[in-house]
């Protein structure tokens, strides 16, 4: 997992991150059906290049890379990844 995006984002969904995304790896977007109805934001890790535009754009600071990630939120991991993979 290139970068998670962990609890601040819950119920904040900032777009922001989406808006300098070079490879639109974050959803759901403010286009897509589910985003009224998502709690958070997700990082999909097979388009995500890594490149950490995301981290500084973001408000809450909820956007990190996997390494920094801080451990009372290490299921934001496998949330991330079970985003894309329902």
């Known amino acids: 997992m290139p970068h998670i995006i962990a609890e601040p984002c819950i119920g904040t969904k900032d777009v922001s991150c989406v808006d ?24 999909d890790p097979d388009t995500c290049i890594d490149c950490g535009l995301c981290v500084d754009e973001c408000p ?25 993979n329902k």
Not at 31 to 39: G, I, K, L, S, Y
């Open 20 to 43: 300098v995304c070079p490879v639109d790896c974050i959803h759901p977007t403010k286009d897509e059906p589910d985003f009224e109805t998502a709690e958070q934001l997700y990082i």
């Open 60 to 84: 809450v600071r909820a956007i990190f890379p996997e390494e920094d990630l801080p451990s009372e939120w290490s299921k934001y991991v496998q949330l991330n990844l079970d985003y894309f």
